[in-house]
């Protein structure tokens, strides 16, 4: 694990330091990041509907979908959203 809090840990490939998931250990949740389950000869299809623990982001997308600072009410969350900027990109 990279980065650990109470509330998140961040696990990160042993290659090349990125992160490729998430534990939520409060919420009994671990976060997948979609592109690591992308094969390279099969890769998985996957089209996000809105974006969780954006909160923690540390870049801004400007992808029109939902954004929820933590999860959504479906999810056991209180469904706060946050605004999105203008751009996409390094968080300002």
């Known amino acids: 694990m990279s ?4 509330a998140s840990g961040r696990l990160s490939c042993r290659l090349c ?3 490729v998931a998430n534990l ?5 949740m671990t976060v997948v990041y979609p592109m690591t389950l ?3 000869e ?6 996000p509907s809105f974006h969780i623990f ?3 982001r540390v870049m801004d997308l400007a992808d029109g979908l939902p954004k ?10 209180t469904g706060e959203t946050i605004a999105e900027a203008g751009h996409t990109g390094w968080r300002a």
């Open 3 to 6: 980065e650990h809090s109470d």
């Open 17 to 19: 330091g990125g992160c």
């Open 24 to 28: 939520k250990p409060a919420l009994g």
């Open 38 to 40: 992308a094969g390279a």
């Open 42 to 47: 099969d890769p998985l299809p996957f089209e």
């Open 54 to 56: 954006y909160g923690e």
């Open 68 to 77: 929820f600072a933590a999860l959504p009410p479906d999810f056991g969350g």
